[in-house]
């Protein structure tokens, strides 16, 4: 069910993040500008660089971007961080400060920046193309002239990272979804390629479905019928127009880094002030009524559908179905210090250790156990498409009265209709009013709670 993808291009972005910075922030630390207060000037430099940044779109250049597209982001950036900086002066009544040494300190941190995001650039191209790496497996689903036209872009740019495994024919008659599905499945395909002109509604939704449920792009190759009835990104390889079927938000780097900075500010906080006393008092309470762990150690599944061990207080005595047989109501494996962590949800707080190592997040789609990811991955549409961000301690479904046992297919099918929903429409402010909603339901109390 799970391929996983093996895209690290992703982690040039906070690197590229940490470099700039430095450069921004050394700089104006070493260089004598003459401050009365300098750590004014480095908060400010450090905070307008990120809005900045967020504004110009400043690291997003994708695989397929020409060169133009970094010249672009370089000028757009500095014009703008130009003001900024001279701004400081009028703001803060910097009046001493040198403006020839200013100005030596703007032009040292756009050579800087500039030559290291124009060397990253190249060296990411010829690392694909003379080396293989940072690839992605493609097939395109469409023979008409746009396809072909993609293909060849494919072929002649291995710069782009893009390997091209296989062209199938939709008006054939030996034409078959399922074979395409098949090929898919085994020649670990990431992104589906699919000419709108030439497939049937049913034929895409067939696509549409398998990508949903087995973590695979689908992009499209439009045509003028294309109804743009989706969330969808538009973005140009070379001179051809082509269309991302999802627009995840925290697939921008950006968006990652605050989320993630965010997750380990939290977390950290969490386990210095909570965790620190609370771990040996709740150890003491659980081994004084049954013998076993202090800590419940479970696999789920995390982004991708990689495996990882989530942490929990035990709740339960040590029992064989502990992987298999969620909690039910008046369940007798219950312990009755574990009853009362469960109505309040201490046993969860041991999940801050996972997001502080990386493996969760504070808010996100919950981890299901191994086995019910398995069952419910065959049995709910696009129940796979919660595994593109990383699993949470809490999330939009639990606040809305969607946790704790599954009874009936609505429980299930309004879980992940809510994840999917957090996938697709994430914030930082959706984040905090579902931690606030969480801290309030537990004083609340919840019927679920078992």
């Not at 070379?238 to 977390?267: M, Q």
Request: one cysteine or more; charged letters at 20%.
């Amino acid at each position: 069910m799970f391929h996983k993808q093996g895209r690290y291009s992703g982690l040039l972005k906070p690197i590229s993040y940490f470099l700039d910075l430095s450069f921004v922030i050394g700089l104006a630390v070493i260089l004598p500008l003459r401050l009365h207060y300098p750590l004014l000037l480095i908060s400010y430099l450090f905070v307008g660089w990120i809005v900045i940044s967020v504004k110009n779109e400043f690291y997003e250049v994708e695989r397929y971007a020409k060169i133009s597209r970094v010249f672009s982001l370089l000028f757009r950036q500095f014009v703008v961080y130009f003001v900024v900086l001279y701004a400081f002066i009028g703001f803060f009544k910097e009046h001493l400060v040198s403006r020839l040494m200013l100005a030596q300190y703007f032009a040292l941190t756009f050579f800087l920046v500039a030559f290291f995001k124009i060397l990253m650039y190249y060296l990411l191209q010829r690392y694909r193309e003379t080396l293989g790496g940072n690839f992605r497996n493609t097939v395109v689903v469409g023979n008409n002239a746009k396809a072909q036209q993609l293909i060849q872009i494919f072929n002649n740019h291995p710069e782009f990272g893009y390997v091209f495994k296989r062209k199938f024919t939709p008006k054939s008659k030996s034409f078959s979804v399922q074979e395409c599905i098949d090929f898919i499945e085994s020649h670990e395909i990431d992104e589906i390629y699919c000419s709108v002109a030439e497939l049937t509604n049913i034929q895409l939704a067939e696509i549409v479905h398998f990508a949903d449920n087995n973590l695979k792009a689908v992009k499209f190759i439009p045509d003028n019928k294309f109804i743009y009835n989706k969330r969808l990104k538009f973005d140009y390889y070379d001179y051809l127009p082509v269309l991302s079927l999802r627009d995840i938000p925290l697939e921008a780097s950006i968006n990652y880094f605050l989320k993630r900075l965010f997750d380990i500010v939290f977390s950290l906080g969490v386990i210095v002030f909570l965790l620190s006393w609370l771990v040996p008092l709740m150890g003491i309470l659980i081994k004084l009524e049954s013998r076993g762990p202090v800590f419940f150690k479970q696999k789920r599944h995390g982004i991708n559908g990689d495996e990882f061990r989530c942490y929990k207080f035990r709740s339960m005595a040590v029992n064989q179905d502990a992987d298999k047989a969620q909690a039910t109501k008046g369940d007798m494996r219950v312990t009755k210090i574990g009853n009362f962590m469960r109505k309040t949800s201490i046993d969860e707080l041991p999940q801050f250790f996972n997001v502080l190592f990386g493996q969760m997040s504070v808010v996100g789609p919950r981890p299901h156990m191994v086995f019910h990811t398995e069952l419910y991955g065959n049995l709910v549409d696009k129940y796979m498409v919660r595994h593109f961000v990383k699993p949470g301690i809490t999330g939009l479904a639990q606040v809305r009265g969607y946790r704790g046992e599954i009874t009936q297919d609505s429980d299930i099918i309004n879980r992940v209709r809510l994840d999917i929903f957090y996938v697709e429409n994430w914030t930082m402010a959706l984040d905090f009013k579902i931690i606030i909603d969480t801290v309030l339901n537990v004083f609340r109390g919840e019927e679920n709670a078992y």
